[in-house]
C-alpha cells in the first residue's frame, strides 16, 4: 500500500486531499502543529504526526517510509503576515521538505505551487500557461513571489534526483475553506460589503478537483514538471454575481472602471498605512492587481492529468452550504439569508 504524507492536512486544499487520499485506500500520515485545527479533516482518516517546516528533525521523522510526499503547507494570508515570514515558511519550508524527502528516498514530491507564481499575462497572450513565470515586483505581491523562488528550489532537487512536480492551483473554492479564502467573497457578500466591482477577471477551480490533480499529479504526472490547476475563467462581475445568486443577495450595481483603480489605491494605501482594515482584506498592491484578466490555459493539466472541473456555481453552493452546516458563517459575523 502506498503511504503519503500531506503537509498542511488541516487547511483548505490539504483537508480535501486527504478525503481524495482515502477514497483511493491510500494511506495518509498528515503532518500538523500542535496548534492546527481539527474541523477541516474531523472525520477523516489518517495517521497524524505532529512537526513544524521550520524544524528539520520533526520532518526527517514524519516522512520516514512514506512513498508520497504532498507538500501543501504554506503562509497564504500574506496580506497579514510579515514578509520575511512568507518568505521563511513558503520557500525555506519547502526547501526543508524536499531535502528530508530526498534524504529518505521518497518516490514521489508534489509541490503545491500557485498560479501566483506565474505573474501577470505576458505581451500578446491573453492566456498564462506553464511557460510563464513570475514578471510583478516582489514587494507587489510577496505570495506569489514566494512561490516562484519555491519552484526554484524545486527545480534545483529536480536536477539531483528527487522526482519533483509542481502543481499551480488557480484561484480554488469550495467546501472547509475555514480560513475565508476565496469564501471571503461569500462574507462579504453577506455584510454587503461589495460596494463595486473592478474591471478584470480570475480563474477558479474547485478545491476537491484540485484535490484530485494533486493525486493524478502523483500517478502521473512527469518528473520536474509543473501543472496549472484550473478551471473557469471569469470575469470578476460574473463571479460576484454568481456567489450573490447563491446565497440569495442582490448583487452590487457598480462597475468600478478601470481609470479609477490607480488613486482608489493610493488611497487604500494611505489607510492600510495608517491601521485601517478594508472590507475583504483588500489592499492598494491587491485593488491594483484586480484590473488583469489572470486567464490561465489549462490544457497541460487535461491532457496529462485528466483533469476536470466542475461549475463554478456548484462550488460557491457547496462552500456556502458547508459553512451553514458547520457554524462558520457565525464565526465570520454574518447570517445566512433566510
Given at each position: 500500500?502506498?503511504?503519503?504524507l500531506?503537509?498542511?492536512?488541516t487547511?483548505?486544499?490539504?483537508s480535501?486531499?486527504?478525503?481524495a487520499?482515502?477514497?483511493?485506500?491510500i494511506a495518509?500520515?498528515?503532518?500538523q502543529?500542535?496548534?492546527?485545527?481539527?474541523?477541516?479533516?474531523?472525520?477523516l482518516?489518517?495517521?497524524?504526526?505532529i512537526?513544524?517546516?521550520?524544524d528539520?528533525?520533526?520532518l526527517?521523522?514524519?516522512?520516514?517510509?512514506?512513498?508520497?510526499?504532498?507538500h501543501?503547507?504554506?503562509?497564504?494570508?500574506w496580506?497579514?503576515t510579515?514578509?520575511?515570514?512568507?518568505?521563511r515558511?513558503?520557500?525555506?519550508?519547502?526547501r526543508?521538505?524536499m531535502e528530508?524527502?530526498k534524504?529518505?528516498?521518497?518516490?514521489?514530491f508534489?509541490?503545491?505551487?500557485?498560479?501566483a507564481?506565474?505573474?501577470k499575462?505576458?505581451?500578446?497572450?491573453?492566456?498564462?500557461?506553464?511557460?510563464?513565470?513570475?514578471?510583478?515586483?516582489?514587494?507587489?505581491?510577496?505570495?506569489?513571489?514566494?512561490?516562484?523562488?519555491?519552484?526554484?528550489?524545486?527545480?534545483?532537487?529536480?536536477?539531483?534526483g528527487?522526482?519533483?512536480?509542481?502543481v499551480?492551483?488557480?484561484?480554488?473554492?469550495?467546501?472547509r475553506?475555514?480560513?475565508?479564502?476565496?469564501?471571503?467573497?461569500?462574507?462579504?457578500?453577506?455584510k454587503r460589503?461589495?460596494?463595486?466591482?473592478?474591471p478584470?477577471?480570475?480563474?477558479?477551480?474547485?478545491?476537491?478537483?484540485?484535490a484530485?490533480?494533486?493525486?493524478?499529479?502523483?500517478?502521473?504526472?512527469r518528473?520536474?514538471?509543473?501543472?496549472?490547476?484550473?478551471?473557469?475563467n471569469?470575469?470578476?462581475?460574473?463571479?460576484?454575481?454568481?456567489?450573490?445568486r447563491?446565497?440569495?443577495?442582490?448583487p452590487?450595481?457598480l462597475?468600478?472602471?478601470?481609470?479609477?483603480?490607480?488613486?482608489?489605491?493610493v488611497?487604500?494605501?494611505?489607510?492600510?498605512?495608517?491601521?485601517?482594515?478594508l472590507?475583504?482584506?483588500?489592499?492598494?498592491?491587491?485593488?491594483?492587481l484586480?484590473?488583469?484578466?489572470?486567464?490561465y490555459?489549462?490544457?497541460?493539466?487535461?491532457?496529462?492529468?485528466?483533469?476536470t472541473?466542475?461549475?463554478f456555481?456548484?462550488?460557491?453552493?457547496?462552500?456556502?452550504?458547508?459553512?451553514k452546516?458547520n457554524?462558520?458563517?457565525?464565526k465570520a459575523?454574518?447570517?445566512?439569508?433566510?
Open positions: 500500500m502506498v503511504t503519503a500531506v503537509t498542511g492536512s487547511g483548505f486544499v490539504g480535501n486531499l486527504v478525503l487520499l482515502n477514497r483511493r485506500g495518509v500520515r498528515a503532518l502543529r500542535k496548534t492546527s485545527p481539527q474541523d477541516a479533516i474531523s472525520g482518516e489518517y495517521e497524524p504526526v512537526g513544524d517546516l521550520l528539520v528533525d520533526s526527517a521523522a514524519a516522512v520516514e517510509g512514506v512513498d508520497w510526499v504532498f501543501v503547507a504554506a503562509v497564504s494570508d496580506r497579514h510579515p514578509a520575511e515570514v512568507v518568505y515558511v513558503n520557500v525555506d519550508g519547502a526543508n521538505m528530508a524527502a534524504r529518505a528516498g521518497v518516490q514521489r508534489v509541490l503545491t505551487s500557485s498560479s507564481a506565474l505573474g499575462p505576458p505581451p500578446g497572450r491573453e492566456l498564462i500557461d506553464e511557460r510563464d513565470t513570475f514578471n510583478l515586483k516582489p514587494e507587489e505581491f510577496p505570495y506569489g513571489h514566494s512561490k516562484h523562488l519555491a519552484e526554484v528550489e524545486m527545480g534545483k532537487f529536480a536536477r539531483d528527487l522526482h519533483t512536480i509542481s499551480l492551483p488557480t484561484g480554488v473554492m469550495g467546501p475553506d475555514l480560513k475565508f479564502i476565496s469564501g471571503e467573497l461569500i462574507v462579504q457578500a453577506l460589503g461589495i460596494p463595486g466591482v473592478p478584470g477577471g480570475l480563474n477558479y477551480i474547485d478545491v476537491r478537483d484540485a484530485e490533480g494533486h493525486v493524478a499529479a502523483a500517478e502521473k504526472g518528473p520536474g514538471e509543473r501543472y496549472i490547476l484550473g478551471g473557469n471569469m470575469t470578476h462581475r460574473e463571479v460576484i454575481d454568481t456567489i450573490s447563491v446565497v440569495g443577495v442582490r452590487p450595481a462597475d468600478i472602471p478601470g481609470w479609477a483603480i490607480p488613486p482608489m489605491a488611497v487604500f494605501d494611505l489607510l492600510k498605512a495608517v491601521g485601517v482594515q472590507p475583504g482584506n483588500v489592499d492598494g498592491d491587491a485593488l491594483r484586480s484590473r488583469e484578466f489572470l486567464y490555459d489549462t490544457g497541460k493539466a487535461e491532457r496529462d492529468l485528466g483533469l472541473g466542475r461549475p456555481e456548484e462550488s460557491a453552493r457547496d462552500a456556502y452550504e458547508w459553512y452546516a457554524g462558520y458563517l457565525e459575523g454574518v447570517k445566512p439569508v433566510a
